[in-house]
């Protein structure tokens, strides 16, 4: 049998899934059902709600099919015969994707046993080619992604070639349960979503602010070595400001909507004009307004022409911990990794063409200094490249061919493997992205360096050259963290809520053996605090047993242990969570030294330190 494609089998999986629910349900009407990047989906409209029990008898349903060796049968029709099939059969989510379709493509039809569904293709061509399959859960989805519309039942599901891959795939997911980070965040009181705040805004926990606070700190030193400088810019600005940048309207749809200011509000009260018009106004650009901002790079622009600048003078680097506001459709939202509200590492530089190759490679340094700081050992590096054959792209040919080899050449220094996707650059420049695998092997996008020709052409910015002519700088945008918030969240199951020493919210944790020990192991506490570690007194009355459960539970790395020997020898048994660092008995200066070696060199646990 010929090797088939993952997403060809996948694909082929879900009409499985579609064909088995429609012998169950007869009476269920159709949505879509693609693949994913993990596996597949179909979404119902169904006045039954579907259960756990359903999922195991729809699987069951699925492997008949396939031991029925169906074949995959495409077929072309008119789009007047497409509509009046789907009409006849009630299908009217089908009937609208017709509507899809451009005009000049052609219909097609795939039939498999009974069942007939709408579809491009491709698919295997036999249904025993699907040999390995399991459906994993239900949810909600809202037709065409709109909230406004109905709320479907989607079914999600996976498929692989082989009953191994299957196999080795689910235990993944078992162990991206126990680490996902909306339980863990939850456990570790690391932050919180609330309804009366608003979905997709974080609430960042004591906890979960000293991880942010650790990592915001250990990148604005690296920032300084690097010449960056500090800014801070507002988080509404005047709607004109992204007119001019080309943020609205062209990205609205991702935006919150514009607002008025105070003056305009009463004004458009007094005049007893209607709040519709008074918002449409906004939108035709009638009037001015205020947006919550949703790139920190507008303000950056800004900053840089505010004075004349020389060619003397650049690169010019400006850094902001900037925080923006995106509108994520509801059912989008998923913790901290897709938020309406975050906070960007964000940079950008305004520098010379010959400049350029330079300043890419520092970026990419620095992210290469993040990820073997945090123990990710494995990345690609993805080089979005322009269509040449497409008039989206702005910029001469002469600037998108430098600055492409720019990236090209700063890939290759780094010396990790890297691929190159055409049509994959933003219209205003190409672009660097970061793939990076996890520790169970999921692969997360992070990190990205742009060039941009847009911006400095649309806010006429220049600098003075050595000619005494004003020349267009070239603009870089980068942010290895990307938000704060999902980077955060993408960390907590990286690690499974094992931080590394540096980061964990709480480094040491001293346990008593009885109360006469109490003053000892705070004036300890007061000490380790002197020396700038995170530490805490469990002083219940319990057995050591219970005490080290619990600081196993909450994750703390260290644990001190005092008890009459330690107290009288003015020292400290030390466990550490993750073997590899050190168990055994110290003097309390010792065990100072050892947690600030650990802390100083943010050294990773041994399991992460390969």
């Known amino acids: 049998m010929d090797e088939v494609d993952l997403n060809t089998l996948r694909h082929s999986a879900a009409h499985i899934l579609a064909a088995a629910v429609m012998r169950l349900f007869p009476e269920a009407k159709l949505d879509i059902g693609p693949s994913t990047e993990g596996g597949f989906y179909y979404d119902f409209d169904l006045g039954h709600k579907f259960t756990q029990e359903d999922l195991v008898a729809i699987e069951s349903e699925m492997k008949k099919i396939i031991d029925e060796n169906q074949e995959f049968i495409r077929t072309e029709v008119s789009r007047d015969g497409a509509k009046k099939f789907f009409e ?29 569904d709408l579809c491009r293709g491709g698919h295997v061509r036999h249904s025993k080619q699907v040999k390995a399959v399991k459906l994993l859960n239900i949810a909600g989805a809202y037709y065409r992604g709109d909230e406004k ?20 795939y689910l235990v993944q997911l078992e162990e991206a349960k126990k680490r996902d980070h909306r339980r863990l965040g939850k456990e570790l009181k690391l932050f919180m979503i609330d309804d009366e705040v608003g979905p997709g805004m974080i ?4 906890n979960g602010m000293i991880i942010r606070s650790e990592l915001q700190n250990f990148i ?7 010449g960056y400088q500090q800014v801070f810019t507002p988080h509404i600005a005047k709607l004109g400001l992204f007119r001019t940048s080309g943020h609205f309207p062209y990205y609205k749809e991702s935006q919150f909507p514009p607002f008025p200011d105070r003056e305009t509000l009463d004004a458009s009260i007094v005049d007893n004009g209607s709040v519709e018009e008074m918002f449409s106004d906004l939108e035709t650009g009638k009037r001015d307004g205020f947006l919550l901002k949703p790139m920190n790079c507008p303000g950056h622009v800004k900053i840089y022409s505010h004075e004349q600048r020389s060619y003397r003078e650049l690169p010019i680097r400006l850094a902001e911990f900037g925080t923006v506001y995106r509108w994520e459709q509801s059912g989008e939202l998923n913790g901290m990794t897709r938020v309406r ?6 940079a950008h530089i305004f520098c010379r063409a010959d400049q350029l190759n330079d300043e890419i490679d520092g970026c990419l340094r620095l992210v290469r200094l993040i990820f073997s700081t945090l123990g990710i050992a494995e990345f690609r590096v993805r080089i979005g490249l322009r269509d040449k054959g497409s008039s989206k792209y702005i910029g001469s040919d002469s600037n998108w061919q430098a600055s492409e080899e720019a990236l090209r050449k700063s890939a290759k220094n780094l010396g990790v493997p890297f691929e190159e996707k055409e049509g994959e650059a933003a219209f205003y420049g190409p672009k660097i992205d970061f793939i990076v695998k996890d520790v169970i092997g999921r692969e997360w996008q992070l990190g990205t360096v742009q060039v941009d020709y847009n911006l400095p052409e649309r806010f006429d910015l220049s600098y003075i050259g050595d000619d005494n002519r004003k020349h267009r700088p070239l603009m870089i945008h980068r942010a290895p963290f990307g938000s704060l918030e999902r ?12 931080f590394p020493t540096w980061l964990a919210p709480e480094q040491v944790r001293i346990l008593t053996l009885n109360d006469a020990l109490i003053g000892f192991s705070a004036d300890l506490q007061n000490k380790l605090h002197e020396s700038g570690i995170r530490c805490s007194v469990d002083a219940h009355s319990e057995k050591l047993g219970a005490k080290i459960r619990r600081a196993e539970l909450d994750k703390v790395p260290h644990i001190f242990v005092v008890g009459e020997r330690e107290a009288q020898a003015n020292c400290v048994s030390v466990r550490s969570r993750i073997n590899g660092e050190f168990d055994g008995t110290l003097p309390i ?7 600030k070696k650990l802390i100083d060199a943010k050294a990773l646990p041994e399991r992460l330190s390969r």
Do not use: C
């Open 203 to 206: 609430l960042w926990l004591p």
């Open 487 to 498: 980077f955060v969240g993408l960390l907590i199951e990286h690690f499974g809520g094992d």
């Open 220 to 226: 604005l030193g690296a920032l300084m070595k690097q």
């Open 341 to 346: 509200g975050f906070t960007q590492d964000d």
């Open 149 to 168: 519309n109905k709320q479907m039942q989607r079914i999600y599901g996976t498929a692989f070639p082989s009953k191994a891959e299957l196999e080795s």
């Open 88 to 116: 006849d059969r009630n299908q009217n989510y089908k009937v609208e994707r017709l509507n899809d379709i451009p005009a000049d493509e052609k219909v097609t039809l795939y039939i498999n046993g009974e069942f007939t």
């Open 589 to 595: 200066d010792g065990a100072i030294s050892f947690l």
